[in-house]
């Protein structure tokens, strides 16, 4: 009997400290998942506001840029910037080149209501000749969430690049 009272102290006493160790790993767990939630969804107020019909909103100074006439093999880089004219901070949350040639960087922190932010563009055009259109779009908290900035120009190419083109060309 002495051995069975005792068995069932033990185990009582183990069962405790694993809830413990278990309550204290959830909580320990659910406050990485919090902090990684917050992370990753910077935009909660946000999404708070817009279900409210408040959203931040962009005012581009220009939302196209035509970089002229460029050698094959430059490097474009345009800064676009804007003013957050919305009623909340404007985060924006994906900017993405419409190829590899155009590779956009946007900011890393919301922009205040009535603040300036910047949009930075780099387009490389080696191995690419003629006409170019290249877009970046911006995703955010305004509505619509979806915003399209264009850069344009003619890139020349260079007269090793004409010397090796094949095909019928005319002089």
Known sequence: ????????????????????????A???????????QEVNQPNEQSAEAASEGRFAAYEFESNDYDFGKVDEGTIVEHTFRFKNVGEVPLVVQEAKGSCGCTVPEKPENPIPVGEYGEIKVKF????????QSKTVTLTSNTNPEKMVLKITGFVEGSAQNLKNMKGPVRQ
Request: hydrophobic share 35%; aromatic share 0%.
């Open 124 to 131: 490389n055009s080696q191995g690419r000749t003629g006409s």
């Open 26 to 36: 959830t909580t320990s767990s659910e406050k990485e998942a919090v902090e990684v």
């Open 1 to 24: 009997m002495k051995k069975i009272s005792l068995m069932l102290v033990m185990a009582l006493a183990l069962g405790a400290c694993s809830t413990e160790k278990t309550e204290e």
